[in-house]
């Protein structure tokens, strides 16, 4: 008989001899927690309870466990907090009224830092359940969710890219929750690149480099937000490589986030390059309408006043890129909604939404376009526009002519003659060319999506 | 049992202690207070099985013994007397009250169904000044959370340091923390304990009438504190209270100052006619000194006002709840306040100007 079943059947024993009353007060959230041959320990939730049972009970309750265990001696009492689910609920009716209390809306920030698990750095905030997929990022979910099943053995390291606010951190913060919900013993650590590289400076600083070690060598799960910016600080690169090595050949989990794919992030040791790539490679691309759209929904599900549709058929029409700003968006209409007490009209959401959605768009001109590309390919510009017909120049040239074709929107005699009096026809050939490359050969779409943003943000 | 005793130390006697019951229709008993006589002392007892609290008065004990009857009407009943001198007679669980002029049966509880108060071991024992305790009480159980969803946010932290004790509130939107400086207490195993809100509500009621020191005894998960008047009993909430020293912002964006008087009349002011969001804006003008604070209700109308302040650093526009900062701001004594806005994200720090011993974090609102 396990100690739940035994005191299952010393409760329906006590409750015929003691009122409804007295029993649920006094025997409500009670469990056996200890068991020996001849002391039984009795889990209580409080104080009273414990005085209680010592003081009144305590005949009822060693009688009944005695016709059970007959060489019992004597039970004992001890408070526990943790709230334990059992057995009396049968007979307990719930007559619990949930206090209403009035929780601050949306728009009352707070102390995030509250949220934070202190040991793991985690956000319970992120998990599966409220995380979208679809199409686009349906690898990256399917990855994550089986690491969390075996972990350290099927996909290690994970590494997942994708652009800026598609909820790469959700999902990488969304292992962490899961596998400490599964078991939570499990020691997980969450971090950025940048506190890793942090911490080994202040490790260095005080001459503590072996505790450094100690300290991120005892995780079962490390995770490493942005290991993007790892790129070009060797020191940190040398001691995240052997802290990778000890982890993984200990079958400890690493999983990884980064804005672009390993072989594409400059900079980045050889050796730590390979061994990014050595499990699993997922991205996350940018989201299709109809996932803009239900992630719209399922975020405004729980709102009042809920938008109509076609409103948040428009804010997922308007914003296409990034589910950070589709986020934003919404909860700007929501707060408008709230002040104003009404629905807003589609006119007004276009309005609000052009406010916000006109961000200062940055001049592109020919020549920042030339000047990146060269930087790139690290070729100096004066090739571009010579005749020169090498392998390394003409890649990058037909590059810079399918940009300034595709994003800077010259015609193609401009472009011909932006490139030393070429005809028309050559940048025709060019534009054509690279349009059709992106599409077999993903090696240059990542490296064309990098050079745009590089263009864009710099 | 039978005692005399006077009325109005008898009505403050209940009053004291009938907070601390509890209307549960399982157990009615919770709903009483149990008396009980014995050598010259009437000592009246009180539980809802999560606080008990007990409280005496002087009488003449007649014969010993104990009854337990309902507060609500023993309260209500004594304080409608007029007369001075009242005496219970116990007639089985009932009572008979008499006083010069009236006689009264009142229906009493099974004594043996009153819960007995748990012992609380003595693992720590100290002595602090009660009105001290009090005012940081006051001072700091506006800030916690009302919902019980985590209860350690539903609880006052109290931390020893060197000296010093520190009485701390989060509902995780504000902050607020009262220090009592100049103890001489050191504690061997608790750190700190947290105190759930209803008992430090309950507390402060307690204390209101007590002078000197209070005694307090703890051990993990539970808590009694000795007044000349009273003895409460109570359980600690387990947990972690939140690392909450590196949200205190040291830095401002803008540092402000402003008189009181003016800040509190605007923001009642504001309170008729903010929106349901309880939003305010606030803009501050390093050039012109002045602060305007903004609010609109689309049903009711509009308001602004421009108040002048002492400023340093840089403009700021920032909107908040106006109730957080009227409670914040409510709080503080003397004539002007400072405001310590961190960033336009940030938290605003609030507390007397000059002052120390007492501040209050609010976090802003994004609208």
Known sequence: MTNEELWQTVLSEIELSISKANFITWFRNTSIIGNDSSTITVSVPNAFTKEWLENKYHKYILHALRTNNPSLRNVAYTISTVPIKQAVHAVIDISHKKEKTEQPGEEQLEFQEFNVDKETNLNPRYTFDNFIVGSFNELAHAAAKSVVKSIGTIYNPLFIYGGVGLGKTHLLQAIGNEARKENPNIKVRYLSSETFTNDLIAAIQNNEQQRFKDHYRRFDILIIDDIQFIAGKARTQEEFFHTFNTLYENNKQVVFSSDRPPKSIQDLEERLRSRFEAGLIADISDPDYETRLAILKSKSETKKPEPPAEILEYIASAIDKNIRELEGALNLILARMRISGKNLSLEEVQLVLSQVNTRPKRIITASKIIKEVCTFYDINERHLFERSRRREIVKPRQIAMYLLREDFHGSYPYIGQKFGGRDHTTAIHAYEKISRDLKKDPKLADEIKILKETIYNS | ?367
């Open chain 2, 1 to 367: 049992m039978k005692f005399t005793c006077i009325r109005e130390q008898l009505r403050r006697s209940i009053l004291l202690v009938e907070k601390s019951t509890a209307r549960k229709i399982t157990l009615p008993i919770l709903g009483s207070i149990l008396f009980s006589a014995e050598k010259g002392k009437i000592t009246l007892t009180t539980t809802n099985l999560e606080i008990g609290t007990e409280t005496w008065l002087s009488g003449k004990v007649l014969e010993e013994g104990k009854i337990a009857l309902p507060a609500r009407i023993v309260g209500a009943y004594i304080s409608g007397l007029s007369d001075e001198h009242i005496t219970f007679t116990s007639q089985g669980e009932n009572i008979i009250i008499t006083t010069a002029s009236t006689k009264t049966l009142i229906k009493g509880y099974p004594i043996d169904d009153f819960p007995l108060l748990p012992k609380v071991k003595k693992d720590e024992e100290f002595r602090l000044p009660a009105q001290e305790v009090r005012r940081g009480l006051i001072k700091t159980v506006l800030a916690a959370a009302t919902s019980d969803i985590k209860p350690e946010l539903s609880s006052i932290l109290c931390k020893f340091s060197k000296n010093a004790l520190k009485i701390t509130a989060t509902d995780s939107f504000r902050l607020a923390e009262y220090t009592i400086s100049g103890l001489f207490i050191t504690v061997k195993n608790l750190p700190y304990i947290l105190i759930p809100i209803r008992t430090a509500i309950e507390l402060i009621r307690l204390l209101e009438i007590e002078t000197g020191e209070i005694e307090v005894v703890a051990t993990s998960g539970q808590i009694m504190i000795h007044g000349d008047r009273f003895t409460l009993i109570s359980r600690l909430t387990e947990g972690a209270f939140p690392d909450y020293e590196r949200i205190v912002p040291q830095k401002f964006a803008a540092e402000v100052v402003v008189e009181k008087e003016l800040l509190v009349s605007t923001l009642r002011a504001i309170s008729l006619f903010s929106s349901k969001l309880n939003d305010v804006s606030l803009a501050l003008h390093v050039v012109g000194m002045s602060m305007k604070l903004k609010t609109a209700n689309v049903d009711v109308g509009e308001y602004s006002a421009d108040i002048p302040i002492q400023i340093s650093g840089e403009d700021l526009e920032i909107s908040f709840n106006h109730r957080y900062l009227f409670d914040g701001i409510q709080q503080i004594e003397g004539k002007s306040v400072f405001l310590g806005f961190s960033s336009a994200t940030g938290p605003v720090l609030i507390k007397e100007h000059n002052g120390a011993g007492y501040f209050y974090l609010a976090m802003p609102m994004k609208v």
